[in-house]
């Protein structure tokens, strides 16, 4: 490991260069950053900046010379606070999280993107970080840059209420495809209380981003891929995951490249 690096996502504020960068898209799976890095036309990788314990991480310059940071944040609430804890201590001051998600609402339909408003957080590492009842909220002015791009780009896009969730089984109610079919009583019915709700889908970092951001002061917003219709079946669509992803990437470069 090299010298001074922050632990977990091993690099540091001097690996980001003279003109470091100050948002960075944030990926639950490394493979994801991997792509966005090197095989997206228009983002030029300047540096791969660490591959430890796949929380994979890439300084790249966007189409406007402005440089962006690529991280992976891994899967939940806890693997999430800790990348985040030490983005910020590199100079991050924008996280958008690239993800991908269940729909809850009955109107969403897999392949399209979910931009967060807030998040209805039941996520335990989040409770380490401020009280339950501390809103779980987007930072506006990014959130709504996601939607222009959505828009500008012409990609389906719904905007809403998101639950984050400790679990991708049973704490988003899944039991014909989960090793444990019984659900305890009260998950049991929740999606469809979401749903009356106005929740619009299931993912599991956003909630405990949002306060993050709230706390260390720093701005957040959430874009998901649509994986999985949860009004007709628990699976995830892989036909669908590749086409998917690409649109909620495209659209959060989009929005970089129109930051000031
Ligand atoms: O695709 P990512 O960004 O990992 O997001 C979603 O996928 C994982 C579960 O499959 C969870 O991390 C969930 O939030
Ligand atoms: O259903 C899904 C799909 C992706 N990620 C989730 O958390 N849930």
């Known amino acids: 490991m090299k010298p001074f690096a922050l632990y977990h996502i091993g690099f540091n504020r001097q690996d980001l260069g003279e003109s470091p960068p100050r948002m960075a898209l ?20 300047l540096k791969t900046l660490s591959l430890q314990r796949g ?6 310059r966007l189409a406007n010379d402005r440089p962006l940071l690529i991280a992976t944040s891994g899967m939940g609430g806890p693997s999430l606070s800790i990348v985040v804890n030490e983005l910020y201590q590199v100079g991050i001051r924008q996280m958008v999280r690239v993800g991908t998600c ?14 967060s408003q807030a998040a209805l957080c039941r996520q335990g590492a989040a409770e380490d970080i401020a009280p339950l009842e501390y809103p779980a909220a987007a930072d506006p002015f990014l959130t709504v840059a996601l939607v222009e791009a959505a828009r500008t ?10 639950a984050s969730v400790d679990t991708f089984y049973e704490g988003q109610e899944r039991s014909q495809s989960s090793a ?30 949002f306060k993050m951001s709230g706390v260390y002061g720093f701005a957040a917003a959430c874009i998901c891929a649509v994986l999985a219709d949860r009004s007709r079946s628990e699976k995830v669509e892989i036909e669908k995951k590749e086409q998917a992803i690409q649109g909620a990437i495209q659209v959060a470069l989009h929005m970089a490249l129109r930051q000031r």
């Open 153 to 162: 780009l012409d990609i389906p896009w719904h905007l809403g209420i998101t």
């Open 55 to 60: 929380l994979n991480s890439y300084l790249v």
């Open 26 to 45: 944030l990926c639950g799976d490394p493979e994801r950053s991997r792509q966005i890095a090197e095989e997206t036309p228009g983002v030029t990788l």
């Open 102 to 115: 269940g729909a809850i609402a009955d109107n969403i339909t897999t392949g399209s993107v979910v931009i």
């Open 180 to 209: 444990n079919p019984r659900l305890l009583r009260r998950l049991q019915g929740i999606t469809e209380e979401y749903r009356q709700l106005n929740i619009l889908n299931y993912e599991m970092e956003a909630g405990t981003l």
